[in-house]
């Protein structure tokens, strides 16, 4: 019989298919289906810091009455009451999903300055909460801010968080910094017990006729989980934390080249939101049929072993395998047609 279970954060999960971060988890009923169909553990959408500055806000303006920058706030985040239920119904959608289905629970954080909405994860730790994602999802536009400075202030958000909680904490970073490796282990260091690789950036389109930006959201492609396999097998071994992959997974292939990679645990969205939440029983019926025909007995058993270490030939994960991709390539006859 194969082994699918997987620890992640400290909590031993059935399998490593675990629910990303998304409206999918937005309700009790909905966790409870993707718990029906074997889904590990869910990620709670994000609640953001300009939701919780905009909260402790709107309690100033009670008090203070008339300050006009209230308002502005306001129509700045003109859906954030919509998408993710808002700070008190927060807490009480994991004390529900805590009450009714039994795999972990793990609420999610999304700011990037230090400051008193912090404190928030105390509560998500109270409601019950299993554990909290840090989603630190910077775009730094002001050019006079360098990467040192943006990273250093990521750390001590991680280790504020960090002591102020029992439960254990993950990291969800970005893919855009010079030295990933390096960051992982600052992080690490920082105190966060699980990185999440990577962020998916929401990045803006432009309507040429009206010459508009216009945000799109489009999901996920499976392509897009080749750069998470390889900081992935890059940092395994690296890191006390445990590592995830986050953008890409949508078959029980991809999750086991997740775990060869040397992640804990896979992340999914995308593909339930477009296949339905039934895929998630599919995927994981796969991903027992693929190891019992591989001769895995368990999920333990394979975990990191085509990572940088692990694999024969470590220079496939660096410049070398780059330069030799490149020149491989060889020019389709057609190319200079006209
Ligand atoms: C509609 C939608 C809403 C999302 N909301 C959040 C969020 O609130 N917080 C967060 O950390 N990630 C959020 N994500 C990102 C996902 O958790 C995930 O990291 C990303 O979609 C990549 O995984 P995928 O390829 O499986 O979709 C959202 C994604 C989608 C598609």
Redesign the pocket.
């Given at each position: 019989m194969t082994d699918l279970t997987t620890k992640y954060l400290g909590l031993t999960l059935r399998s490593p298919l675990v629910a990303?971060?998304?409206?999918l988890c937005d309700s009790v009923e909905n966790i409870s289906r993707l718990e029906d169909h074997g889904i590990a553990a869910v990620?709670l959408?994000?609640l953001f810091e300009e939701q919780l500055e905009l909260e402790s806000a709107s309690v100033d303006h009670d008090l203070a009455r008339g300050a006009e920058s209230f308002a502005e706030a306001l129509s700045f985040l003109p859906d954030m009451q919509t998408y993710?239920l808002g700070p008190d119904r927060y807490l009480e959608l994991i004390r529900r999903a805590k009450e009714r289905v039994d795999i972990p629970v793990i609420a999610?954080l999304?700011g990037v300055t230090a400051g008193g909405w912090t404190e928030y994860a105390r509560l998500m730790q109270q409601a019950g909460a299993d554990a909290v994602?840090l989603?630190v999802y910077a775009i730094t536009t002001d050019p006079l801010r360098t990467g040192e400075d943006v990273e250093n202030g990521q750390c001590a958000l991680v280790s504020g968080i960090r002591r102020s909680l029992r439960i254990p904490m993950a990291v969800?970073l970005s893919p855009f910094i010079s030295a990933p490796a390096n960051m992982g282990l600052r992080l690490d260091q920082a105190g966060a017990d699980a990185l999440v690789l990577f962020?998916?950036f929401y990045q803006p389109d432009f309507n040429i006729d009206d010459r508009e930006v216009v945000a799109t959201?489009s999901?996920?492609r499976p392509e897009?989980l080749l750069m998470r396999l390889h900081w992935t097998a890059i940092l395994h071994g690296r890191v006390r934390a445990d590592l995830g992959i986050?953008?890409?997974?949508h078959s029980a292939q991809d999750v086991v080249k997740c775990v060869m990679a040397g992640a804990r645990v896979a992340?999914?969205?995308?593909?339930l939101?477009k296949n339905g939440v039934r895929h998630a029983s599919q995927v994981l019926a796969d991903l027992g049929s693929w190891l019992e025909a591989h001769e895995f007995a368990s999920i333990a058993e394979m975990c990191g072993s085509m990572s940088r270490d692990a694999v024969s030939d470590a220079s496939a994960y660096e410049r070398g395998n780059y330069m030799k991709v490149l020149s491989s390539y060889t020019l389709k006859s057609g190319a200079f047609d006209d």
């Open positions: 990303s971060s998304s409206p990620v959408p994000s993710n999610s999304n994602e989603n969800k962020n998916r959201l999901l996920s897009e986050t953008g890409g997974v992340f999914m969205a995308s593909a939101l």
